[in-house]
C-alpha cells in the first residue's frame, strides 16, 4: 500500500486543545463549544466537539445562548493556535515521508511507498503516526490504502487507525456516509432526495443513467465511493513566503550593530527576492526583545512567567513601490527604527516581506522629470523621522462643519495624477471645485494665519459679547465684534465639540517700547495722535507714553474644554 | 411679539425632527401666540398641528414648502422651494392642487411645481423667500445679487407684491449672515417687508440628533461620513420671541412683521370646506325621499308588514339622518353594497353601523338592531359633531379590490382616494435604521431587530437590557447607550407614508382641494396626505372597505356548496339555532372558525357553553385585551354558571349592564356608564371613546379620567365603586369591542361555524385556499378535518389544480390538495400545469417538461418530492424517487444523441452494478398507500426498466419530511401516530384522553408545538398547545418554568411535557412541572408563536 492519510478530526477544538491543555488538563475530555466573531455581540459557536453537540449545542448558536448550557465549556477560536496544529500535524508527517500532500487545514497525505523496509509494516507506520500526533498534542485517524482518495476517505470516515488492503477499497468505503465524499451542494441535496446515503448505495447507480443525470461530477464522485478513483500526489512545495530571521547571541542595544544585522537578513531577502523575479512591496520587523531586569524578588510563578516573556517590537512599513534594493530598504528602515526605537536590547531579528511584482515603468521622452520615486520615500521618512510620523504629507480638507479640521495625506508626486483616467480627472477637479467653494474668499485683501495648535486665551465679556481679550499676556480690548458663528458635531462620539467662534478687532495699548518695533505680523498700526484725530478719548498725560496696535483675531470658546482660545489672526 | 412662521415636522420625512404636537408644545410654553407650519411638499402633519394648536390656544398657520426646482446631486443642482403660507380658504385649496399637480405626475418623493402652476394657483398664499433651500438663498448662491433681485421680483409678480415678505433667519453662521445682508438689500431696494423666522427643524435641541439621523437616511450615509449634510449646529430649534427679540435687535421690523403676518393669515382648518358628495336621484326626487323609499323596502324584505317596533325605530332614525343632512352619506353606502351584490362580492357592514335599522334595511349591515335592542345613538347622534363610520367587511384579495375601483370609477379620480398610513418608526425599524446610521454592520442589525419585540409579553427581567445583554451588547457601552437612546427618541415618529388597507374618503367635487392626493404605491389608486383620524379629526367622511380573509372563505365555500354539493347556502338566512354548531361550540371544537378559534377562546368556550347568538356576540367581545384586563372575564363566567350573584357596579346602573349580567364587556356599555354615573353627555362620551382608541394620547385618556371622577363625585359615586368603575372604563383603552361590532363579527363566526360543521370538505377547502388566514397552520386544519372524518387526497398533477378542490367519492366528497401548496412552485407554473393537463393528460415527466417550457429544475424536483408526479405514467405509477430520478434526466438536456435513448437500452449498456444485499421486491404498479404505513424501511427496488429507477422507495419518515418540507404540511398519518405505541409505554396520553381523566393528576403529554403565546396579558406565563394524532392539549409554563428551560421550549418542535392536569368546567389543560425535548420525525413542523 502506498498512501496514508492523517486526519484531525474536530480540528478547530483540538487546536484550541492543544494550546491550552498543559495549562489544563483534562480540557479535552470536556464538551467544548468554540466561538468566533467580528465583536463581542457577534460571537457565535463556530465549533464544537461530539459531546458539545450531544447536549444540544449546534453551530451557528449564539455565545449567550450557548453559555446557556451547562457542562459546555466556551472557547474562543484561534487561528494561531490552528495553524500551530497545522504545523504540528505537518511536521507529524514530514517525520515519516519527505512526499507529502498539504490536502487541508485538517489531512496531510504521505507517500509511504518503499517505507516498509525502514520503518515496518504499514500497520507499525500508522501506529507511529498517531504516536507522534500524540505527542504533538494532536489525537487523529490514520488511514493506509493503495489509493490517495481511498485513504483520504477512510480517514476522515473511520475513527483511529485504517488499514485497507488493495482491491477492499469498495467495500470498506462503501459503509460511510457519502458526505465523508464532500460533493458539492447541489449533487449533495440531489443525492440526499434520492435517499442515497452512503458510499455503497451511491456505488450501486448505473454509471450512465448518473452522467445523464448529475453529469461528470457524479461519476467522479461515484468513481470515489468506489475507492476506484486514482489521482498523483500534489508534494507540498514551500510557501512564497519571504521571512528571515536571526537569533543574536548578545542582545543588541545600538542602531548601528543592529544595522548590520539588518543588512546582511536584507540582503539575503533581496537576493531571494531577485531570484523569483519578485519585490517587496512590504516589509515587517519583528525584534524579540529581552525581558526588563528586575531587581524585587518576587517567587511566583505567574509573576515570574509574565516578567520572563520577551517582549514584541514589530514595524511594518508600507513601500510606495515595490522595491528590492537592500540598501535602500535599509536607509528607510534604519530611518524609521530611529523615530521609534525599540524600548530594550533585542534578541532576536525576523524581517519579512510582502512579495509582488517589481514596478516596471518607463518615462516619457519629453515629460518633465520628477523626482524618483524611491528617492523621495527616503526624503519623506526623513523628514517623518524629524518630525515624527503622521505629520508629513499633503493636507487633505476634511468634510466637516468643524473649524480648521484637516487630516494628512500621502504625500502624491505629481506624475501620478498625471496616470489618472479622464474620470478620475474629473472627479477630482470637482472635489476641488467644492473645496473652493468652501474656502474663504481669495480675491479678499486679508490672509488668514492660523494658529497650530489654536493659543489659549483669556476673554472678558460683557453682555454676551467679548469685550477684553488677554493675548500672550498682553491686554486689548475689543474694538469691533462679529459673532458668534456656532459649531457642533460629532455628538455620537466622545470627541465631539462645540465652539462659539468670533472675529475680533481689538485694540492692544502698552506702554512706550518705541513703537518702531512694530510686530511683523501687526495688522493696522496707529498712534494715539490717530485716535485723538478719530475722536477716540485718550489720557492726556499718557498720550505721548503709550503705543496703540489694531489687530484682527479670529477666537473661539470651546464649550467642551470651557475655554477661549484664539484660532488665528488676520493678516 | 415675535411667531415662528417657517417650522417643519417630522412630517417633512427625514427634514424635520419633531412630531407637529411637540413643536405646538413648545410653542406654548414659550407663549407665543401662533405659529406656521411648511412641511415640504405636503399639509401631512397639518391636520394634527391644527388640533393641537387648537388644544393650546396657539393660532396654526397651514403652509408648505413646495419643490420649485428639485435639487440633484449628482448633477451638482441644489433645487429651491416656494415657502408658501394660507391666507385664505383659496388659498389652502390652491395649495393643495398644487401639491397633488406636483404629486400626480411625479414619483414617490419626487417632483416639482411649474411655474405657470404657480400663476394660476397663487391666489391667497403668500410667498417667503425661504432659508437655506428658498428662493432668495439659490438665487444669491447662483447669480449674485442681482439674480436674487430678479428672482424675488418674479415672487411678486407672482403673488403679488403685499404676498411677499423677504426673510431672514439667523443661526449663527457666516454665510447665512452674508444672506441677510443681501436680503435686507433687497427688501429695502424693493420695498418689501422682511420677515425673521428660524426655519425650525425640530421642538428642542436634543431633537438636533435625530435631525442629523434623518439627514444620514435621507443621504443613505452614515453620521461618520455624512460631513457637512448634517446641520452645523443646534440653532434650528424653536426660539423663544425673547431670544428671536435679542437675535434681531438690529431689525426690529422684521420681528414686528412676524405679528402683522400672522394677523393676515385668516385660514384655518376649522375652514375647510368639505362636502359629502350627492347621491344622483331622478327628477322630482330628493336624496331624503329616494332613501325613504329604499329604507322602506329594506324594512319590508327584513321585518315584514307588520313588525311595528322596527317601523317605529327606522322612523326615529330616518328623521335624524334628515335632520343632519345625511341622506347622501347612506345612499352612497347602499351604492356600494348594490354593486358588491349585484357582482357577488360578499359584504357585511360592520361596527357602529350595525346598531341602525337603517343600515339593516338597506342590507348594508345583517345584524338586526331592533331585536337585539343596540343603542342607535352609539352610531349617530344629533349630539355629535362627526359623521357616521361605517365599515364594510369584504372577502380580501380581488373581490376587494373590485369593490374600491367601483368607487373611483363612480366618483373620480379627485373624488375618491384611500386615507393615509403614517407608517411611524417602530421597535424593528428604528433599530435597524439607526443602527446602520451609527455604522453597526449587518450582522449586529440583524441580531438587533430580531431582539427587538419578539415576545410580545415582557417580564422585570425581559427588559431592552437584558435583551442587549443576551444578544452580548454592553448598554455600559457609549456607542451601544447612544444607539439605545436614539431608538427611544425617534419611536412613533413618522417614517413614511402608506396606504391605509381599506380607508376610502370621498368628496363633492374636488377632493383635491381640501387634502394633496397623491399617486399609491398600487396603480390605480390614489392616498390623501391624511390619515384616517385625521380625517376623522378633520369631519371627512370615511368609507372602510376592508379585506377579510374569512369573508374569502365563506364566500368561496359557498360557491363549491353550490358548484359541487348543488346546494344554494345563503348566509342571511342561516338557521339561527342549528344545534350542531352550539354543540360544536361548546365542546370547544373552533379550529378555523373565524374569532373563536384561539387558543383563549377556546378555554372559554366550554365555560360560557354558548346556546344561543348572543352567547356568541359576547364569546367575541369577552376575549379581548379590554375586558381581561378589567378582569371582567371570570366574573361574568361566575354568574353566568350561577356560581356568583349578578350584582351591578352601582344601583343606578342596572339597565345597562342587566344584559351582560352586571358586568360591562361592550364599549356602549361604558359610555352610558358615563353617561349615568358621570354625567358625561352624549358627545363628552363620545370624546371619551376616541381617547379610547387614541393610541396616541396617554395625556388625553388621563384627563378623560379625571373627568370621569369628577363626574362621579358630584353624582355621589365614591371610593372602591369609582375605582372600579373607572377601571372598567380604562381598561378598555387596550382595545373593547362595541357591541354592535361584537354582532356582526359573531355573525360571520356563526356562518363559519355553521359552514364547517354541515359542509367540511368546501369549508376546509376554502380555508386551505385563502391561506396565511387565522390562527392555525395548514397543518392543523388538515389534521383537524382527518379527525372530523375528513378525506384528503395529495397533490397529483394529473388531478390538482392550483387551488384546493373538491372531489366527489362514493363515500362523500374528498379535499384534494391544489398545487399552490407545493413549496416553490410558482403560480404562473401551476397555473398552467393545471391548463395543460385540462388539454390533454400528461402521460410521462419529459413529456411534462416539453409542454410546460417554463417550469423550472428546482419546481420538477419540488413536485417529484411531493409526490405529486407518482401517477404521471399511464402504465404504471412511480415512488417519490423514481419520479425524482426522472426528473434530473427531463431537467438536463441529453443532446441529440442520447435524446430519445430509452432508459432501458440506456440501463442495458450500463456496467454490471452489484445488486444490493436487500431482498429485492418488485412494486410495479401498486399505488402507494399514504396512509397506512410502517416507519420501517421498505424493502429496496432496483431499476428493472419500465421508467423505473435504481433509488429505494422512501421511508415512511422520509416521506413525511418530504411532505413538511415541500409542503409544509402531510395528508399522511400525524408523526405522532408512528410512536404511539412507545409513547404509551412511556405512560404517555393522547390529547383525546385528557378530558377524561380526573383533575389534578400526574399526566404526560407529547406533541407536536403548533403554537407558543404569550401574552401581554398574562403576566409572564406561557401557553402551549400540542398537537397529536387525536387532537391539541394546552399546557400552561409558569415563567419560573419557562425561565429555566427557555430554550427546549422555544427551539424544540415536539415536547413531551409532565405536570398536573387541570380539568375543570369543561376545559383542560396542563400546568407543566416537567420539559422533555422529543426526537419523533426530522420533518420541520411549524408553530404559530409569539401572540
Known amino acids: 500500500m502506498g498512501f496514508a492519510a492523517i486526519y484531525v478530526p474536530e480540528f478547530m477544538v483540538q487546536a484550541v486543545v492543544r494550546a491550552e491543555s498543559r495549562a489544563e488538563p483534562g480540557l479535552r475530555e470536556r464538551a467544548i463549544a468554540l466561538i468566533d466573531g467580528n465583536a463581542p455581540p457577534l460571537f457565535s459557536v463556530v465549533a464544537a466537539n461530539a459531546r458539545a453537540l450531544a447536549t444540544g449545542i449546534f453551530l451557528g448558536m449564539t455565545k449567550a445562548n450557548a453559555a446557556q448550557f451547562v457542562g459546555v465549556e466556551i472557547r474562543a477560536r484561534s487561528v494561531a493556535a490552528e495553524k500551530a496544529a497545522h504545523a504540528a500535524l505537518r511536521d507529524v508527517g514530514w517525520s515519516v515521508s519527505p512526499r507529502m500532500e498539504e490536502t487541508a487545514a485538517d489531512l496531510v497525505i504521505l507517500d509511504i511507498a518503499g517505507l516498509s523496509s525502514l520503518l515496518g509494516p504499514e500497520e507499525t507506520i500508522a501506529e507511529l503516526l498517531v504516536a507522534r500526533a500524540g505527542e504533538c498534542g494532536l489525537r487523529v485517524n490514520v488511514a493506509i490504502a493503495e489509493n490517495i482518495s481511498a485513504a483520504e476517505i477512510a480517514a476522515r470516515g473511520f475513527a483511529g487507525i485504517t488499514l485497507i488492503a488493495a482491491g477492499e477499497e469498495a467495500s470498506r468505503i462503501g459503509e460511510l456516509p457519502v458526505t465523508v465524499l464532500s460533493p458539492p451542494e447541489e449533487i449533495a441535496e440531489t443525492l440526499a432526495l434520492w435517499g442515497i446515503k452512503t458510499c455503497a448505495a451511491l456505488a450501486r447507480l448505473p454509471v450512465p443513467q448518473l452522467s445523464e443525470r448529475l453529469g461528470q461530477a457524479g461519476v467522479q464522485l461515484r468513481t470515489l465511493a468506489r475507492g476506484a478513483a486514482s489521482r498523483a500526489l500534489v508534494v507540498a512545495e514551500t510557501e512564497l513566503v519571504f521571512e528571515e530571521e536571526m537569533e543574536l547571541d548578545d542582545a543588541v542595544e545600538e542602531l548601528e550593530p543592529l544595522s548590520f544585522v539588518l543588512g546582511r537578513l536584507l540582503d539575503q531577502l533581496c537576493a531571494r527576492l531577485t531570484a523569483r523575479a519578485l519585490a517587496a512591496s512590504l516589509l515587517r520587523v519583528r525584534f524579540d526583545l529581552q525581558p526588563a531586569f528586575e531587581n524585587a524578588l518576587d517567587v511566583r510563578t505567574e509573576v515570574v512567567r509574565a516578567k520572563n516573556m520577551p517582549g514584541i517590537y514589530e514595524r511594518v512599513m508600507q513601500l510606495p513601490v515595490p522595491m528590492r534594493d537592500a540598501k535602500l530598504l535599509l536607509k528607510l528602515l534604519r530611518l524609521r527604527l530611529q523615530g521609534s526605537p525599540p524600548g530594550a536590547p533585542i534578541v532576536k531579528v525576523l524581517v519579512a516581506a510582502e512579495a509582488s511584482r517589481p514596478r516596471i515603468t518607463q518615462r516619457g521622452l519629453f515629460l518633465p522629470s520628477f523626482p524618483d520615486v524611491e528617492k523621495l520615500e527616503l526624503t519623506l521618512a526623513r523628514l517623518a523621522g524629524v518630525v515624527g510620523e503622521g505629520n508629513v504629507g499633503s493636507a487633505e480638507v476634511v468634510d466637516t462643519h468643524r473649524p480648521g479640521e484637516f487630516r494628512m495625506g500621502k504625500f502624491l508626486p505629481v506624475q501620478e495624477e498625471a496616470k489618472d483616467s479622464p474620470r478620475k480627472k474629473a472627479a477630482k477637479k470637482r472635489s476641488s471645485e467644492i473645496v473652493e467653494k468652501h474656502l474663504p474668499n481669495h480675491s479678499a485683501a486679508m490672509s488668514f494665519r492660523v494658529f497650530r495648535p489654536p493659543l489659549p486665551i483669556h476673554v472678558n465679556s460683557r453682555e454676551g459679547r467679548p469685550a477684553e481679550v488677554f493675548v500672550q499676556g498682553r491686554r486689548s480690548e475689543v474694538c469691533k465684534a462679529s459673532g458668534p458663528w456656532r459649531t457642533s458635531g460629532e455628538w455620537w462620539r466622545e470627541e465631539q465639540w462645540n465652539e462659539d467662534e468670533w472675529d475680533l478687532e481689538v485694540r492692544f495699548v502698552d506702554k512706550s517700547r518705541k513703537a518702531q518695533t512694530q510686530s511683523p505680523c501687526a495688522g493696522t498700526f496707529q498712534t494715539a495722535k490717530h485716535l485723538q484725530q478719530k475722536g477716540v478719548p485718550t489720557n492726556g498725560a499718557q498720550t505721548e507714553k503709550f503705543e496703540e496696535e489694531f489687530r484682527r483675531y479670529r477666537i473661539y470658546f470651546d464649550a467642551v474644554r470651557q475655554g477661549w482660545f484664539a484660532r488665528g489672526m488676520y493678516d | 411679539m415675535y411667531c415662528e412662521l417657517h417650522a417643519r415636522s417630522a412630517f417633512s420625512f427625514l427634514e424635520g425632527a419633531s412630531i407637529p404636537e411637540d413643536l405646538i408644545a413648545v410653542c406654548a410654553e414659550h407663549g407665543m401666540p401662533s405659529m406656521a407650519l411648511l412641511d415640504r411638499d ?203 427679540l435679542q437675535l434681531f435687535r438690529d431689525l426690529p421690523e422684521a420681528i414686528a412683521h412676524t405679528q402683522e403676518l400672522s394677523a393676515r393669515l385668516q385660514f384655518t382648518l376649522n375652514d375647510l ?331 372559554c368556550l366550554p365555560r360560557l357553553h354558548p346556546t344561543c347568538f348572543y352567547d356568541i356576540v359576547v364569546q367575541v367581545a369577552i376575549i379581548r385585551p379590554g375586558p381581561i384586563v378589567g378582569k371582567m372575564v371570570h366574573p361574568y363566567l361566575r354568574r353566568r354558571q350561577g356560581k356568583e350573584k349578578a350584582e351591578c357596579l352601582h344601583p343606578s346602573l342596572e339597565k345597562v349592564l342587566a344584559r351582560t349580567l352586571g358586568v360591562p364587556l361592550f364599549q356602549e356599555q361604558l359610555l352610558r356608564i358615563a353617561m349615568i354615573a358621570a354625567g358625561f353627555s352624549g358627545s363628552e362620551a363620545e370624546e371619551l371613546r376616541r381617547a379610547f382608541g387614541f393610541k396616541r394620547s396617554v395625556k388625553r385618556m388621563k384627563e378623560v379620567e379625571e373627568k370621569l371622577r369628577a363626574g362621579m363625585a358630584k353624582n355621589g359615586i365614591h371610593g372602591e365603586t369609582q375605582d372600579r368603575i373607572v377601571q372598567s372604563i380604562t381598561s378598555f383603552a387596550l382595545y373593547g369591542f362595541p357591541e354592535s361590532h361584537a354582532a356582526s363579527f359573531a355573525l360571520i363566526a356563526y356562518a363559519s361555524a355553521y359552514l364547517k360543521c354541515h359542509y367540511l370538505a368546501a369549508f376546509t377547502a376554502a380555508m386551505l385556499n385563502n391561506q396565511p388566514m387565522g390562527f392555525y397552520s395548514p397543518a392543523t386544519l388538515v389534521k383537524d378535518a382527518h379527525r372530523h372524518g375528513q378525506r384528503f387526497k395529495p397533490i397529483d398533477v394529473m388531478r390538482s389544480h392550483w387551488e384546493c378542490l373538491l372531489e366527489k367519492l362514493p363515500e362523500g366528497f374528498s379535499v384534494r390538495l391544489g398545487l399552490r401548496y407545493v413549496k416553490g412552485l410558482r403560480a404562473e407554473t401551476g397555473q398552467e400545469i393545471a391548463r395543460q393537463r385540462g388539454i390533454r393528460q400528461f402521460t410521462s415527466i419529459a413529456e411534462l417538461k416539453r409542454r410546460v417550457p417554463g417550469i423550472q429544475k428546482s419546481e420538477l424536483t419540488a413536485l417529484a418530492a411531493v409526490g405529486a408526479l407518482n401517477f404521471i405514467s399511464a402504465e404504471r405509477s412511480f415512488h417519490r424517487r423514481d419520479a425524482l430520478w426522472q426528473v434530473e434526466r427531463a431537467a438536463r438536456a441529453a443532446g441529440p444523441l442520447l435524446e430519445g435513448m430509452d432508459e432501458a437500452v440506456a440501463e442495458a449498456i450500463a456496467e454490471p452494478i452489484e445488486k444490493p444485499q436487500q431482498k429485492i421486491k418488485l412494486e410495479e404498479n401498486t399505488p402507494i398507500k399514504i396512509e397506512a404505513e410502517s416507519m420501517a424501511a421498505p424493502v429496496g427496488t432496483v431499476a428493472v426498466g419500465n421508467g423505473a429507477s435504481p433509488l429505494l422507495q422512501m421511508t415512511a419518515e422520509e416521506r413525511l419530511v418530504a411532505d413538511f418540507l415541500g409542503t409544509g404540511m402531510t395528508v399522511g398519518p400525524h408523526p405522532l401516530a408512528y410512536h404511539r405505541a412507545a409513547l404509551r409505554a412511556a405512560g404517555v396520553r393522547s390529547a383525546v384522553e385528557l378530558p377524561k381523566l380526573p383533575d389534578g393528576m400526574r399526566v404526560r403529554v407529547a406533541g407536536a408545538v403548533i403554537a407558543r403565546q404569550r401574552p401581554g396579558t398574562a403576566k409572564g406565563f406561557v401557553f402551549l398547545s400540542l398537537e397529536d394524532e387525536t387532537g391539541i392539549a394546552n399546557a400552561i409554563i409558569t415563567p419560573q418554568l419557562f425561565e429555566k428551560d427557555h430554550t427546549v421550549v422555544v427551539h424544540h418542535p415536539y415536547l413531551l411535557l409532565e405536570g398536573r392536569l387541570q380539568n375543570q368546567e369543561n376545559t383542560t389543560s396542563v400546568k407543566v412541572e416537567r420539559i422533555e425535548s422529543l426526537t419523533v420525525t426530522q420533518a420541520e413542523t411549524g408553530s404559530h408563536d409569539f401572540h
Open chain 2, 42 to 244: 405636503g399639509v401631512y402633519g397639518s391636520a394634527r398641528f391644527h388640533l393641537a394648536g387648537v388644544k393650546a390656544g396657539v393660532k396654526a398657520h397651514i403652509g408648505a414648502e413646495v419643490t420649485a426646482e428639485e435639487a440633484n446631486a449628482e448633477k451638482g443642482v441644489s433645487g429651491w422651494r416656494y415657502a408658501l403660507l394660507v391666507k385664505s380658504r383659496t388659498g389652502y385649496q390652491n395649495l393643495c392642487r398644487l401639491i397633488t399637480r406636483m404629486k400626480l405626475r411625479s414619483a414617490k418623493g419626487k417632483g416639482s411645481v411649474r411655474p405657470q402652476e404657480v400663476a394660476e394657483l397663487s391666489e391667497g398664499l403668500i410667498c417667503l423667500t425661504g432659508g437655506e433651500e428658498g428662493a432668495l438663498a439659490h438665487a444669491l448662491e447662483s447669480g449674485g445679487i442681482s439674480a436674487a433681485i430678479k428672482r424675488v421680483t418674479e415672487l411678486c409678480e407672482l403673488f403679488g407684491r403685499r404676498n411677499v415678505y423677504v426673510e431672514v433667519q439667523r443661526h449663527f453662521c457666516r454665510k447665512e449672515e452674508a444672506r441677510n445682508a443681501a436680503a435686507v438689500e433687497i427688501a429695502r431696494k424693493l420695498q418689501l417687508p422682511l420677515l425673521a423666522t428660524n426655519g425650525v427643524r425640530h421642538a428642542r435641541p436634543e431633537q438636533r440628533q435625530i435631525l442629523d439621523v434623518f439627514t444620514c437616511l435621507r443621504h443613505h450615509r452614515v453620521l461618520a461620513n455624512a460631513g457637512r449634510l448634517l446641520s452645523r449646529n443646534g440653532e434650528n430649534r424653536v426660539k423663544s420671541p425673547q431670544e428671536m
Open chain 2, 273 to 603: 370646506g368639505y362636502k359629502f358628495p350627492e347621491y344622483p336621484v331622478a327628477k322630482g326626487q330628493t336624496q331624503m325621499s329616494f332613501l325613504r323609499e329604499r329604507a322602506h323596502e329594506g324594512m319590508l324584505w327584513r321585518y315584514g308588514a307588520d313588525d311595528e317596533k322596527a317601523r317605529q325605530q327606522l322612523q326615529r332614525e330616518l328623521a335624524l339622518i334628515e335632520k343632519l343632512d345625511l341622506p347622501g352619506y347612506f345612499l352612497i353606502v347602499w351604492d356600494i353594497v348594490r354593486f358588491c351584490r349585484e357582482k357577488n362580492i360578499l359584504v357585511q357592514g360592520r361596527g357602529s353601523a350595525a346598531n341602525s335599522a337603517v343600515c339593516y334595511a338597506l342590507g348594508i349591515t345583517a345584524v338586526d338592531p331592533v331585536k337585539m335592542d343596540l343603542l342607535f345613538e352609539r352610531f349617530l347622534s344629533d349630539k355629535r359633531d362627526d359623521w357616521p363610520d361605517i365599515d364594510l367587511d369584504l372577502p380580501s384579495g380581488d373581490q376587494r379590490e373590485r369593490a374600491i375601483q367601483y368607487v373611483y370609477e363612480r366618483y373620480g379620480k379627485l373624488g375618491a382616494a384611500m386615507t393615509a398610513n403614517v407608517i411611524t418608526y417602530r421597535g424593528k425599524s428604528a433599530a435597524r435604521e439607526i443602527g446602520k446610521v451609527l455604522s453597526f454592520d449587518t450582522e449586529t442589525l440583524a441580531r438587533l431587530s430580531s431582539l427587538v419585540g419578539a415576545w410580545e409579553y415582557r417580564d422585570a427581567n425581559d427588559s431592552l437590557e437584558r435583551q442587549f445583554r443576551d444578544a452580548g451588547f454592553d448598554l455600559k457601552q457609549p456607542r451601544i447607550r447612544k444607539f439605545f437612546e436614539l431608538c427611544q427618541a425617534v419611536q412613533d415618529l413618522p417614517r413614511h407614508l402608506g396606504q391605509h388597507s381599506g380607508g376610502m374618503v370621498i368628496c363633492q367635487g374636488q377632493l383635491d382641494s381640501i387634502v394633496p392626493v397623491e399617486p399609491a404605491t398600487m396603480p390605480g389608486r390614489v392616498v390623501v396626505q391624511w390619515d384616517k383620524e385625521d380625517c376623522a379629526d378633520m369631519k371627512i367622511v370615511k368609507v372602510d372597505l376592508l379585506g377579510l380573509g374569512m369573508m374569502a372563505v365563506l364566500e368561496d365555500s359557498i360557491e363549491m356548496i353550490r358548484r359541487d354539493y348543488g346546494e344554494q347556502v345563503d348566509l342571511g338566512k342561516l338557521p339561527g339555532d342549528d344545534e350542531m354548531v352550539y354543540q360544536t361550540l361548546q365542546k370547544a371544537d373552533t379550529v378555523g372558525m373565524f374569532q373563536i378559534e384561539s387558543r383563549a377562546q377556546m378555554s
